[in-house]
């Protein structure tokens, strides 16, 4: 039953929510700010950086050269990565081990993409939204690795059937 819950299930639920309230505000930061990315990107692209020093950002805009989309993909990627871990802390909640780990392969991706992110030389809000976000996923696994956690998915698999 939910009451039996430990208390660092409902901990890793609300870190989790902390992660993706901070992701949902990078991927509108994203939108918002879609003009620091693409300088950001093309201050330290090689090929560019020449268009950009002689005509500003709107000669990059106006000139052949293919300029990531930035805000499409942070929001596509947001709404996917969040639709997951959502879907798997509640199996996480409802006592299958297995989607705990799942939702650890799921943060380590996450991570691995926020430091592949971090060398693009994004503007500094990014970097420090980049941080952050990777102590929030330490943190979050911490408490799905718990003792407590374990537990408690250990003993929804001996009981043979999820706790409610």
């Not at 993706?20 to 090689?46: F, P, Q, T, Y």
């Not at 805009?61 to 959502?86: E, T």
């Not at 943060?107 to 941080?131: D, K, Q």
């Amino acid at each position: 039953m939910a009451g039996h819950q430990p208390t660092t299930v409902t901990r890793a639920t609300q870190v989790l929510g902390a992660l993706l309230a901070l992701g949902a505000v990078a991927a509108v930061l994203s939108v918002v700010l879609e003009d620091a990315l693409i300088r950001s990107w093309a201050e330290h692209n090689r090929s560019v950086r020449k268009t950009l020093e002689a005509g500003g950002l709107d000669a990059v805009k106006d000139s052949s050269v293919h300029i990531p989309a930035f805000a499409p993909v942070a929001v596509v990627l947001f709404v996917v990565i969040a639709g997951l871990a959502m879907v798997l802390m509640a199996f996480v909640r409802a006592g299958h081990s297995w989607a705990r780990t799942c939702l650890t392969i799921l943060i380590g991706f996450t991570a691995l993409g926020t430091v592949a992110g971090l060398r693009t030389t994004p503007p500094t809000v990014y970097v420090v939204f980049a941080v952050l976000s990777l102590l929030i996923e330490i943190v979050l696994v911490y408490f799905l690795y718990h003792r407590d956690t374990a537990g408690f998915l250990r003993a929804s698999d001996r009981a043979g059937s999820p706790v409610d």
